[in-house]
Structure formats: C-alpha cells, structure tokens
C-alpha cells in the first residue's frame, strides 16, 4: 500500500513538471514581446515553423521561417546553442514539434509560444 501510494506520487509531480515545462516561458503567462525582441537583439531567434506560402501570407515581425518540415530533416537555426529560440505557429501544434526536436538536438532555450494569435496577444505584431 506505502508503495502505490508513493507511486502516486511521484507520477502526480511528474506530470505537473512535464505540464509546466511545456507552457511559455517555462509555465510563466507573463512573458512580453517586448522580452522575445530583446533576445533577438542578443543574439536570439524567434522562427515561425509554418510553410513558407503561410509565412508570406503574414509573420509575426521580427521572425524568420524555418518550416517543421525542415527541421525534422535536420535543418537546425544558425545560433548558438545557448542562446533563445522561439518558436510558434498557426495552432501550436507545430510548434510543439519543433520545439521537441530542437530540445534533443541540443538547444537549451527553446520557447514555444504556441500559435500566433498568442504571440500577438502578448504583443507580437503582424508582418507582411
């Protein structure tokens, strides 16, 4: 009995890490835009992971596109492995993809922000 519940347990605060881990900023809702701009001033990327004909249709400002497709092929950003990587697409499923794969390639400031309405109400501006 000690030992299902010890069981327990540890899978509860288990899922709680996992669940935290994979919101914004590291489960914090009050990440700015204002923060992603700095990173990519220092040196950070913020990638759109959408296709191409999506991204030309209109970006979040400031990104670059880098399809999931691409990085699942191995095409990794052109960044320090340090350094901060956002991530985000139209629904944040995408996103999430991309931003597990660049995990276990080594990066190890990966942020996904979820779709792109999110990243615009955090402050996020459309670009064409």
């Known amino acids: ?9 540890a899978i509860v605060i288990l899922g709680g890490i996992y669940m935290f881990n994979q919101q ?6 009050t990440l700015a835009f204002d923060t992603v701009k700095a990173d990519v001033a ?19 400002d400031g990104a670059i596109n880098l399809d999931v497709q691409a ?5 990794l950003p ?11 697409c139209r629904s944040g499923s995408r996103s999430g993809q991309a931003a ?3 995990k276990s390639a080594g ?3 990966v942020i996904d922000l979820g779709a792109m309405t999110k990243v615009q109400s955090i ?4 670009a064409y």
């Open 78 to 88: 052109q960044v320090a492995k340090t350094q901060k990587v956002y991530v985000y």
């Open 24 to 29: 914004p900023n590291g489960g914090s809702d």
């Open 1 to 9: 009995m000690k030992t299902t519940v010890i069981i327990i347990v």
């Open 107 to 109: 990066f190890q400031n």
């Open 71 to 75: 990085i699942q092929a191995g095409s």
């Open 100 to 102: 597990s794969i660049l």
């Open 123 to 126: 402050g996020g501006t459309i």
């Open 42 to 60: 220092s040196g950070g990327r913020l990638i759109d992971v959408r296709s191409r004909a999506e991204y030309d249709s209109g970006h979040i």
